[in-house]
T-cell receptor, first 113, second 111 residues
Framework: KAGVTQTPRYLIKTRGQQVTLSCSPI?????VSWYQQTPGQGLQFLFE???????NKGNFPGRFSGRQFSNSRSEMNVSTLELGDSALYLC????????????FGQGTRLTVV | GENVEQHPSTLSVQEGDSAVIKCTYS??????FPWYKQELGKRPQLIID?????GEKKDQRIAVTLNKTAKHFSLHITETQPEDSAVYFC??????????FGTGTSLTVIP
């Protein structure tokens, strides 16, 4: 069974631009969550999508948005990029029910210059 | 929301010794507590987890204990090996697939 796949692996953008990241969950998983990982803040929850609906949302500004498609693949979009958005963006997939394991993708390393 | 505290932030042990990492959580509704290991430049990997109806779980050299009353859980690694060196994160499920993570423990096993 294929694992969680994130594309692209690396991305360099300039301030003010927007970016879209993609996450393909494990087959059969309906929940995709997104996290931002930085050295100073650790792993911070962005949002979760389940069956094409945003189920939970963390404390990030509206510049961060996402969506999920009928095949459970998810995209995350960041508009008007800021230097502080430079981070490793990880997605995690799970079945979505309580007490089920979550597995991470390899992440997308975003650098804003 | 949930708040997860993790200690220590760094830990160095001699090969063969044990390592213990502790976490506390704030939301009594949390019912699932995974531990992830992240090696440099790699994704977090689930190494063990525990559910709130269990007090202890063991998998070879790794064990996790949970005290629901005190709202804390711990990771125990016995007979440590150099390949155990990594950053370890504890997490508590808040709801759905939303986790709150501890700030991580950088474990170094000295050969």
């Amino acid at each position: 069974k294929a694992g969680v796949t994130q594309t692209p692996r690396y991305l360099i953008k300039t301030r003010g631009q927007q970016v879209t990241l993609s996450c393909s969950p494990i087959s059969g998983h309906r929940s995709v969550s997104w996290y931002q990982q930085t050295p100073g803040q650790g792993l911070q929850f962005l949002f979760e999508y389940f069956s094409e609906t945003q189920r939970n949302k963390g404390n990030f500004p509206g510049r961060f948005s996402g969506r999920q498609f009928s095949n459970s693949r998810s995209e995350m979009n960041v508009s008007t990029l800021e230097l502080g958005d430079s981070a490793l963006y990880l997605c995690a997939s799970s079945m979505g029910q309580s007490n089920t394991e979550a597995f991470f993708g390899q992440g997308t390393r975003l650098t804003v210059v | 929301g949930e708040n997860v505290e993790q200690h220590p932030s760094t830990l160095s042990v001699q090969e063969g010794d044990s390592a213990v990492i502790k976490c506390t959580y704030s939301d009594s509704a949390s019912n699932y507590f995974p531990w992830y290991k992240q090696e440099l430049g790699k994704r977090p990997q689930l190494i063990i987890d525990i559910r709130s109806n269990v007090g202890e779980k063991k998998d070879q050299r790794i064990a996790v204990t949970l005290n629901k009353t005190a709202k804390h859980f711990s990771l125990h690694i016995t007979e440590t090996q150099p390949e155990d060196s990594a950053v370890y994160f504890c997490a508590a499920r808040y709801t759905g697939n939303q986790f709150y993570f501890g700030t991580g423990t950088s474990l170094t096993v000295i050969p």
